[in-house]
Nanobody, 119 residues
Framework: QVQLVESGGGLVQSGGSLRLSCKVG??????????MGWYRQAPGKERELVAS???????EYFDSVRGRFTISRDNARNTVYLQMNGLKPEDTAVYYC???????????WGQGTQVTVFS
């Protein structure tokens, strides 16, 4: 069974930065060519995909975060990262990682990590 453990969230002032990490357990991440994504869910809103990355490192971004967020992965460490710069209050949400749902099934969600941006 795959386990997803997100970390790195926190409370940050507008314009600040955070780096999120997602440890993927239960699979040989380095051998499985999963396209991974970071999602977020704000109160009262649906969970949305904000960034994705292929096994080889090709990244795609949701329009609202492009140029501010950078997704990366370390396949040897079974970890996916999200560097978030220039944070805005509208980035406030719980952030989750998982497979990119555009490529098929997703795993059970982890607990997520809360990001709160104040102005």
């Amino acid at each position: 069974q795959v386990q997803l453990v997100e970390s790195g969230g926190g409370l940050v002032q507008s314009g600040g930065s955070l780096r999120l990490s997602c440890k993927v357990g239960g699979i040989d991440f380095s051998r499985m060519g999963y396209n991974m994504g970071w999602y977020r869910q704000a109160p009262g809103k649906e969970r949305e995909l904000v960034a994705s990355i292929s096994h080889g490192g090709d990244a795609e971004y949701f329009d609202s975060v492009r140029g501010r967020f950078t997704i990366s992965r370390d396949n040897a460490r079974n970890t996916v990262y999200l560097q978030m710069n220039g944070l805005k209050p509208e980035d406030t949400a719980v952030y989750y990682c998982n497979r990119n749902r555009a490529y098929g099934f997703i795993w059970s969600w982890g607990q997520g990590t809360q990001v709160t941006v104040f102005s």
